[in-house]
């Protein structure tokens, strides 16, 4: 069984702070890990994706994240939060043979405020 | 391309009615999915498909049922209308391979009064 949890279900920063949501996976397989954004009224988009080819991913908008195996973590991070970043961000898990799967954590709300 | 549609965008149930909701993909890809979002749940998965067909169970799917005739399509049906069905459902496609991006629709909103 997959899970995904993310702490904080709103996170508020000014605008040009450091963004950081917070993503702990549980695996028993290794694991793909993606961050999809969520714009108002909208549907998901993919930010980036951990393949296990690299642990740092580099994904749209300016947002990384670090998978990190020690800490079971993929955190999204952006240096500079700009207000176009306020959205709902999704953290998920697959593998495969599941049918590529995905499971979802809860969401974290970003507000970006001047 | 228009990627995955859904339709309608919006509608109101009264409790016990039935209704289709429509998701329709035009990249030619086997793996679609339905989910629904509720707030602070995150997303739920109802049913999926590999492929015409093909379809499974996800982890919600009481309540459901889909179908697959063709690569396009995977309509989603609400047979009886409960309020616990009051979400807002996404559809989403992908191509093969674990790593595939899902794409997903706009969204439906559905309330159940």
């Known amino acids: 069984a997959q899970s995904v949890t993310q702490l904080g279900s709103h996170v508020s920063v000014s605008e040009g702070a450091l963004v950081l949501l917070r993503c702990n996976y549980s695996?028993?397989?290794?694991?793909?890990l993606f961050w999809y954004v969520q714009y108002p009224n909208q549907g998901l988009q993919l930010l980036l994706k951990?393949?296990?080819?690299?642990?740092l991913v580099k994904g749209i908008n300016g947002f990384e994240a670090e998978f990190k195996k020690s800490e079971t973590s993929f955190h999204l991070t952006k240096p500079s939060a700009h207000m176009s970043d306020a959205a709902e961000y999704f953290c998920?898990?697959?593998?495969?043979?599941?049918?590529?799967?995905?499971?979802f954590g809860t969401g974290t709300r970003l507000q970006v405020t001047l | 391309n228009a990627g995955v549609t859904q339709t309608p965008k919006f509608r109101i149930l009264k409790i016990g009615q039935s209704m289709t909701l429509q998701c329709t993909q035009d990249?030619?890809?086997?793996?679609m999915y339905w989910y629904r979002q509720d707030p602070g749940m995150g997303l739920k998965l109802i049913y999926y498909?590999?492929?015409?067909?093909?379809?499974d169970k996800g982890e919600v799917p009481n309540g459901y049922n889909v179908s697959r005739s063709t690569t396009e399509d995977f309509p989603l049906r609400l047979e009886l209308a409960a309020p616990s069905q009051t979400s807002v459902y996404f559809c989403?496609?992908?191509?093969?391979?674990?790593?595939?991006?899902?794409?997903f629709g706009p969204g439906t909103r559905l309330t159940v009064t």
């Open positions: 998920a898990v697959t593998s495969t043979g599941t049918a590529s799967k995905l499971t």
């Open positions: 990249m030619n890809h086997n793996y």
């Open positions: 951990y393949t296990s080819a690299a642990t």
């Open positions: 695996s028993s397989v290794p694991p793909y």
């Open positions: 989403a496609s992908r191509d093969q391979g674990a790593l595939s991006e899902q794409y």
């Open positions: 498909s590999v492929g015409a067909g093909i379809t």
